[in-house]
């Protein structure tokens, strides 16, 4: 069965202090895996899609990685606002729907 | 619209009562989708659409559960006979095509509770 799992559930950081997420999964395919902010109160806003291992996509302080089982999501020097939950997401072959794993809950403090 | 829009974005019903919830996608995406978020878990797919027909939907938990979509844009989710384990938040998304690989653009959802 198809599975997504986050880790850690929560995560507090000091402003500046970098730190990694983990989402390791298992499908029989991989179409793309998908990471998401989602802050109190809001739907899930999307950040990047990778598509096959080896890829990596940066935005601002964050830097996605993939392998053939797992994902990464580095935040480089984070700030206050980059306190949300992330999620990450998969989408098997010949499919359209994400499997969502449960998050991990970041907190950084100034 | 420039973004996707839920309504109403908080709902108290009585068990036993039936709810509608609307989504309002942006415009000019053909592919909807219906996710339900308890607390503490993950997203939890509902029902997609392509247009105005629902290839699948399969994550529909039971039959009090139904969804529709007209005019290949707005989509009402509605739950009969609510329950208590019902309670959740319910999200809508939207993407331009239909594999959702152009990323979904999630509503801020309506949150449910049953009492």
């Known amino acids: 069965e198809d599975q997504v799992t986050q880790s850690p559930e929560a995560l507090r950081l000091q402003e500046g202090e970098s730190s990694s997420l983990n989402c390791s999964y298992t499908v029989s395919g991989l179409r793309g895996l998908f990471w998401y902010r989602q802050d109190p109160g809001k739907g899930p806003e999307f950040l990047f899609t990778?598509?096959?291992a080896g890829e990596e996509k940066e935005k601002e302080r964050l830097k996605a990685t993939l392998t053939k089982k797992e994902s990464f999501l580095h935040i480089t020097a984070p700030k206050p606002e980059d306190s949300a939950t992330y999620l990450c997401?998969?989408?098997?072959?010949?499919?359209?729907?994400?499997?969502f794993g449960s998050g991990t809950r970041l907190l950084v403090r100034p | 619209g420039a973004g996707v829009s839920q309504s109403p974005s908080n709902k108290v019903t009585e068990k036993g009562k039936d709810v509608e919830l609307r989504c309002d996608p942006i415009?000019?995406?053909?592919?909807l989708y219906w996710y339900r978020q308890s607390l503490g878990q993950g997203l939890e797919f509902l029902i997609y659409?392509?247009?105005?027909?629902?290839?699948?939907k399969s994550g529909l938990p039971s039959d009090r559960f139904s969804a529709e979509r007209t005019g290949g844009s707005v989509s009402t989710l509605t739950i009969q006979r609510t329950q208590q384990e019902d309670s959740a938040v319910y999200l809508c998304?939207?993407?331009?095509?239909?594999?959702?690989?152009?990323?979904?653009?999630f509503g801020s959802g309506t949150r449910l509770t049953v009492v």
């Open positions: 997401a998969v989408c098997e072959d010949s499919s359209y729907k994400l499997i």
């Open positions: 998304a939207s993407s331009y095509r239909g594999t959702g690989m152009d990323g979904y653009t």
């Open positions: 659409f392509q247009g105005n027909s629902a290839p699948d």
């Open positions: 415009s000019g995406h053909t592919a």
């Open positions: 990778l598509y096959s």
